[in-house]
């Protein structure tokens, strides 16, 4: 076979595999239809921070980060400390439209995500220390779900971590 033709031949089968199957892309998130009202006030996510025990001798919360379920719900706000170090704890608050839920855990932990809301749920990363772990590299990690329940309250969906 000529080189010419190999060369052709080449680059035309190059460009049909160029333009032939291609993976699908995630649906675009839907609109979000939740409005300030639907959610907490400032005054009362203030208080439930407010409420919540000092992270460490001098320390005090400060919020990072807040978030909603699509169906404008659940409310989640994460408290984090000023001047934080890699392991420092946090907390997330929950709040029902208004009305506050409390936190996530009973006691604050450190390497809090939330990583996603669905409909009805937070999902949230938390990340630990083990062994000989560096602040900077947890190798522990868990995944839970929250919502409300149908009694009205916080509900863990999956069992939490345990306790640093």
Known sequence: MHPRLIATATFVGL????????????????????????????????????????PEAGAQWTQVRDGHTANCRLYWVQVGQKNPQPNSVGQLLFFDRQTPLGPATPQPRPYINVVTNADDSVVVNYQWQQGQDSPKAPTGIATVRFRIGDDGKLQAVDPLPPSP
């Open 15 to 54: 460009v049909a595999a160029g333009c032939g199957w291609s993976p699908s892309s995630a649906p675009p998130p839907k609109p979000d239809t939740c409005t300030p009202t639907d959610g907490p006030s400032a005054d009362a996510v203030a208080q439930a921070i407010a409420n919540l025990p000092n």
